[in-house]
Each structure stands twice: as structure tokens, then as C-alpha cells.
């Protein structure tokens, strides 16, 4: 399936590269770089480019592109897939994944990339699985290996690849055994100048870290699991016991690990949890325009905001921002004219208020259209879908 994997940086430079099948040359990454050009972000890099001979898979992950080169037709879903599960083992490898530290565990990688795909196939994606394989890197273990000549592979191979659990690696004892899951939750609105949704949506994911003795066996309930759509499990999730019942049965790696992603379409009600009072209003005479923008709790259900930021666009007739903050502080960028407002935490009792005048380029003519305003925000210990857990254990 996957014959060459290409690591490139920021800049453009190939900086590592893996082959299974056969050599392919670094020539055929010139198709990647036209497409890279054409394209005003990294990010939108299409993300399977054609050649004459080869398809060209790509992911952007930490400031680099992994490049993958399938020369018969694959589902690409499943290489974008693998390549990810790549970039998280580096993640849970190195504790980042950046080109210096790649290069400084230069070896460690290609050990890894051997043990991950067998002939150009996925094998062995697992961390519980690898790290019993292939030992994380630490500075003693390096100093010996240099010494004796030794490698992190291990002499043997785990237990958990060769049965039907191969994500969790067998013989794990505790001496206190718990589990937590994080259910996070980002909402993705459109709201127009009257305060009325447009449109709203939730991305979900649900983390986990599990640290239980032997083979347990978890099942997780949903308060309104009808309310989930596209929803992607962990191999461990028994898929057809999702589908009968709606419940998350699964058998857990060992470790921290992604259970699922779902998704909240509009057709459901999603509950804002702040609203916004904005005027911003530009003057036909004289270079001048007023803002004022008000930001107030609306469905937090006790929970206090934190991380509130407001992010303004502004039209590129706007030179300078004069601007007074009640609470927070306000950044304007000449060069973007990206106007920043960085709240920290709602305070309900004082409703936080910027407000002031913006200075407009002389003879330039009035912005037809205000510009819109995006709001960043986090809350602890909440889940806007309503969508609780219910944990039972076997």
C-alpha cells in the first residue's frame, strides 16, 4: 500500500525519508512542492495530489508534512489515518513532534516506522504495543547503548500482538487501579448582528486514561446518545454493541488513548454558552469609526468561562484602534489589522466592554461590510451536547 514516506519541514527541505517496497526518488515530491506554492497556507494543500505514476497522500502536522507515495489505488482515509497515528507515536515518543527532535532520535524513528508497516502495510500502530517493542528513548538507555552497542529493540516479541487485543499489552497490574475520561467539546457557530444562531455545531472527543489491573472490561452509557452523529471509535469499541444498543463496550489499552469522535449537527439545539453585544459602525464624513463590543454568560449553567478571546478582522482601511478595556487587554496588528482582545475570565458581576474609535485611512472609501468576530472560549467541566457518562465496570 505505502511504499515511501517523505518527512518535510516548514521551509520546503526533506529532511527524512523511509522506503518499504522499492526506492522511489525525491524527484517525485516536485508535485507536491507546485501544489504547495499555489496553495496561501500549508494547511491548504490538498491533501491527495495525482501523478502520472504515483498518488501523493499528505497530512500537516506540528509545521511539518508527512508525504506518503501509494502507487496503486488505496483508500486515503485509511493512509491520512495511518499517517496521524504516526505523528501521535512521535508525540508519545518524544513529547513533540518537531524536526530536531526527529533528527536527535533518528533511529529510534526508523525502528519504529520498520515495526509500524510490514511491506507497505500497517501492523503494529498500538503504543502499548511498540513501547514493549521498541523502548522509549532516555538519556541512560541512550549512554548504554553507546557503550555496548546495543539497540532499544526488544528480544522478544509482546504478547498482545500476537492475540485478538493487540492494543493492550497483557500482564499490567496496579496497585491503584483508575480510570478518567475527559469529554471535550468545541462548538462551532455562526451568529448574525441580532444575536439569532445561524448555525451551530459541536466537535466532540472523549480522552481517556486508563490504569487498571489485568483484562478489565468497561461499558459506558450515554445520557442522549441520539444525539451523536459521525461517530469514529478506538478499535477496542465493539461496534456492533454500538449499534444494538448504544453504549461504548470495549476492553481498554493501557494508557492514555483516544475512545471516540463525534459530531452534534445544527438540526439539534445547541446552547450558546455567551452572547455577544457588538457596534461597530463606520462614518461616511470624516476618518474615523466607533466599536463597542459587550460579551455576557448565557448557558454556562454555573460554570465559569475562561480563556475568552475576541478575534476582529478588520477592513484594511483601518489604520490605528484607540480603544478603552473594562477588563483584559487589546492588541491591534498594522500589518494583518487583526484587533485581539484578550478577556482571561467572564466575571458575570462586570460584564467585560471595549469600546473606542478607529482611525481610517485618509480618502479611502467607507467598508461596505462590518467584519465579523470570533470568539474563543473554554469551560471546565461541562459538555454542552448533554451528552454525560455513565461508567460500569466487569
Same mark, same amino acid.
Given at each position: 500500500?505505502?511504499?515511501? !514516506?517523505?518527512?518535510?519541514?516548514?521551509?520546503?527541505?526533506?529532511?527524512?525519508?523511509?522506503?518499504?517496497?522499492?526506492?522511489?526518488?525525491?524527484? &517525485?515530491?516536485?508535485?507536491?512542492?507546485?501544489?504547495?506554492?499555489?496553495?496561501?497556507?500549508?494547511?491548504? &494543500?490538498?491533501? +491527495? !495530489?495525482?501523478?502520472?505514476?504515483?498518488?501523493?497522500?499528505?497530512?500537516?502536522?506540528?509545521?511539518?508534512?508527512?508525504?506518503? &507515495? $501509494?502507487?496503486?489505488?488505496?483508500?486515503?482515509?485509511?493512509?491520512?489515518?495511518?499517517?496521524?497515528?504516526?505523528?501521535?507515536?512521535?508525540?508519545? *515518543?518524544?513529547?513533540?513532534?518537531?524536526?530536531?527532535?526527529?533528527?536527535?532520535?533518528?533511529?529510534?524513528?526508523?525502528?519504529?516506522?520498520?515495526?509500524?508497516?510490514?511491506?507497505?502495510? /500497517?501492523? @503494529?500502530?498500538?503504543?502499548?504495543?511498540?513501547?514493549? #517493542?521498541?523502548?522509549?528513548?532516555?538519556?541512560?538507555?541512550?549512554? +548504554?547503548?553507546?557503550?555496548?552497542?546495543?539497540?532499544? +529493540?526488544?528480544?522478544? !516479541?509482546?504478547?498482545?500482538?500476537? %492475540?485478538?487485543?493487540?492494543?493492550?499489552? @497483557?500482564? $499490567?497490574?496496579?496497585?491503584?487501579?483508575?480510570?478518567?475520561?475527559?469529554?471535550?467539546?468545541?462548538?462551532? @457557530?455562526?451568529?448574525?448582528?441580532?444575536?439569532?444562531?445561524?448555525?451551530?455545531?459541536?466537535?466532540?472527543?472523549?480522552?481517556?486514561?486508563?490504569?487498571?489491573?489485568?483484562?478489565?472490561?468497561?461499558?459506558?452509557?450515554?445520557?442522549?446518545?441520539?444525539?451523536?452523529?459521525? $461517530?469514529?471509535?478506538?478499535?477496542?469499541?465493539?461496534?456492533?454493541?454500538?449499534?444494538?444498543?448504544?453504549?461504548? %463496550?470495549?476492553?481498554?489499552?493501557?494508557?492514555?488513548?483516544?475512545?471516540?469522535? *463525534?459530531?452534534?449537527?445544527?438540526?439539534?439545539?445547541?446552547?450558546?454558552?455567551? *452572547?455577544?453585544?457588538?457596534?461597530?459602525?463606520?462614518?461616511?464624513?470624516?476618518?474615523?469609526?466607533?466599536?463597542?463590543?459587550?460579551?455576557? /454568560?448565557?448557558?454556562? #449553567?454555573?460554570?465559569?468561562?475562561?480563556?475568552?478571546?475576541?478575534?476582529?478582522?478588520?477592513?484594511?482601511?483601518?489604520?490605528?484602534?484607540?480603544?478603552?478595556?473594562?477588563?483584559?487587554? *487589546?492588541?491591534?496588528?498594522?500589518?494583518?489589522? &487583526?484587533?485581539?482582545?484578550?478577556?482571561?475570565?467572564?466575571?458575570?458581576?462586570?460584564?467585560?466592554?471595549?469600546?473606542?474609535?478607529?482611525?481610517?485611512?485618509?480618502? @479611502?472609501?467607507?467598508?461596505?461590510?462590518?467584519?465579523?468576530?470570533?470568539?474563543?472560549?473554554?469551560?471546565?467541566? #461541562?459538555?454542552?451536547?448533554?451528552?454525560?457518562?455513565?461508567?460500569?465496570?466487569?
Amino acid at each position: 500500500m505505502i511504499h515511501s !514516506l517523505f518527512l518535510i519541514n516548514h521551509s520546503g527541505d526533506i529532511f527524512l525519508e523511509k522506503h518499504w517496497k522499492s526506492v522511489i526518488s525525491r524527484s &517525485v515530491c516536485d508535485y507536491f512542492f507546485e501544489a504547495k506554492e499555489k496553495a496561501a497556507e500549508p494547511e491548504n &494543500v490538498a491533501p +491527495v !495530489l495525482q501523478t502520472p505514476h504515483h498518488y501523493l497522500i499528505t497530512i500537516y502536522r506540528g509545521k511539518l508534512f508527512f508525504l506518503s &507515495v $501509494v502507487q496503486t489505488e488505496a483508500p486515503p482515509l485509511f493512509v491520512i489515518e495511518f499517517l496521524h497515528r504516526v505523528a501521535d507515536i512521535f508525540q508519545d *515518543y518524544f513529547g513533540e513532534c518537531s524536526e530536531s527532535v526527529i533528527k536527535d532520535n533518528v533511529v529510534t524513528v526508523y525502528e519504529l516506522l520498520e515495526e509500524m508497516l510490514d511491506n507497505g502495510f /500497517p501492523l @503494529a500502530t498500538e503504543s502499548n504495543v511498540l513501547k514493549e #517493542m521498541i523502548r522509549p528513548p532516555t538519556i541512560l538507555r541512550s549512554v +548504554v547503548n553507546t557503550l555496548t552497542g546495543g539497540s532499544n +529493540v526488544g528480544d522478544t !516479541l509482546p504478547t498482545g500482538q500476537l %492475540s485478538n487485543i493487540p492494543w493492550r499489552r @497483557a500482564g $499490567v497490574k496496579y496497585t491503584n487501579n483508575e480510570a478518567y475520561f475527559d469529554v471535550i467539546e468545541e462548538i462551532d @457557530a455562526i451568529v448574525d448582528k441580532s444575536g439569532t444562531t445561524v448555525c451551530a455545531e459541536i466537535q466532540g472527543v472523549i480522552e481517556a486514561c486508563v490504569r487498571l489491573t489485568g483484562m478489565p472490561d468497561l461499558t459506558l452509557s450515554f445520557m442522549n446518545p441520539r444525539l451523536l452523529d459521525d $461517530v469514529s471509535f478506538h478499535p477496542c469499541v465493539r461496534f456492533k454493541r454500538w449499534e444494538s444498543e448504544r453504549a461504548l %463496550s470495549f476492553i481498554p489499552p493501557d494508557g492514555n488513548f483516544t475512545l471516540m469522535n *463525534y459530531h452534534v449537527s445544527s438540526q439539534n439545539l445547541v446552547a450558546l454558552p455567551v *452572547y455577544v453585544k457588538q457596534s461597530i459602525s463606520f462614518f461616511d464624513s470624516g476618518p474615523c469609526g466607533r466599536l463597542d463590543i459587550t460579551v455576557g /454568560p448565557k448557558q454556562t #449553567m454555573g460554570k465559569t468561562v475562561e480563556a475568552l478571546m475576541v478575534t476582529i478582522h478588520m477592513p484594511k482601511a483601518v489604520l490605528s484602534a484607540n480603544l478603552t478595556a473594562t477588563q483584559g487587554s *487589546y492588541t491591534y496588528d498594522l500589518a494583518t489589522k &487583526v484587533l485581539v482582545w484578550d478577556i482571561g475570565k467572564l466575571n458575570p458581576q462586570k460584564l467585560p466592554n471595549l469600546k473606542g474609535s478607529l482611525s481610517l485611512q485618509a480618502g @479611502a472609501p467607507k467598508p461596505e461590510d462590518n467584519p465579523s468576530l470570533n470568539i474563543d472560549l473554554k469551560i471546565q467541566q #461541562m459538555a454542552i451536547s448533554g451528552s454525560l457518562l455513565f461508567i460500569r465496570t466487569f
